[in-house]
């Protein structure tokens, strides 16, 4: 059994990284405590001085913008990101069930990098890395890197309502793919099901809330009870 976990949002989060490296980006003023202060990129963004920056111009906008992007391919943000509670703890709790490799939209450039990350927080050393350069991706490659083996995968990802929406054109450029749904589990961390529209896919989805052990525990069961047939 594979777990393919995604990383952003999934066990890594953004407190003040983003902000940080805006902020330097557009020198704006904010003090090192301020920005130690911030717990999320969407609470640097209500942060008066900045929707003052913002909506000063629209030039002012478009500079906020691109210092975004940016900073989603900084390393030195990647660096910066924070490990959601229990998520080590819990990548460890699925390698007693199967293997697990990291299915993410971080490019090659950032593998040394994130692989950095996970050693400085204590998850599980030397996991595969696997690169997927969008939703269709993500499907063709865990399937195509389980196909020789024919094993469950559990796909764990924040982004479970895009994936969701992404499969009906995910078959349509590979039909090869029509079969995976046999053997293909998406697991939407932290959201909720009655949220997404499950009828839309021919494969279980279930869901995550935490990394605590509990749901973890929880999440199993309801996997090994599916899969038995494997």
């Known amino acids: 059994m594979l777990f393919a976990v995604d990383i952003d949002r999934t066990v890594a989060i953004d407190r003040s990284a983003y902000a940080t490296f805006i902020s330097q980006s557009l020198h704006l ?5 301020v920005l130690s202060s911030i717990g999320s990129f969407w609470e640097f963004c209500q942060l008066p001085e900045v929707i003052a920056y913002r909506s000063a111009s629209l030039n002012n906008e478009s500079c906020f913008q691109e210092a975004y992007i940016q900073a989603k391919t900084s390393l030195e943000v ?3 990101l924070h490990p959601i509670s229990g998520a080590a ?9 199967g ?3 990291y299915y ?3 490019d090659l450039t950032m593998q040394d990098t994130t692989h950095a990350w996970f050693a400085q927080h204590n998850f599980p050393p ?10 269709y991706v993500k499907y063709m490659a865990s399937y195509a890197n389980t196909k020789a083996t024919n094993e469950p995968v559990i796909l764990i990802d924040d982004n479970a309502s895009k994936l969701i929406s992404a499969w009906p054109r995910t078959v349509e450029k590979w039909p090869i793919l029509a079969e995976y749904p046999l053997r293909l589990t998406l697991v939407a961390f932290g959201v909720p099901l009655n949220t997404l529209p499950l009828h839309t896919v021919p494969f279980p989805v279930l869901t995550l809330p935490s990394w605590e052990s509990e749901h973890i525990q929880a999440l199993l ?5 599916e899969k038995m047939s494997f």
């Open 78 to 80: 990647l660096a910066g």
């Open 221 to 225: 069961m309801q996997i090994l009870e």
């Open 89 to 97: 703890n819990g990548v460890y709790t699925l390698m007693q069930y």
């Open 104 to 106: 993410t939209s971080r």
């Open 99 to 101: 293997k697990v490799a």
């Open 29 to 33: 003023s904010f003090s090192p405590e």
């Open 126 to 135: 030397e996991r595969e890395i696997v690169s997927c350069k969008n939703f």
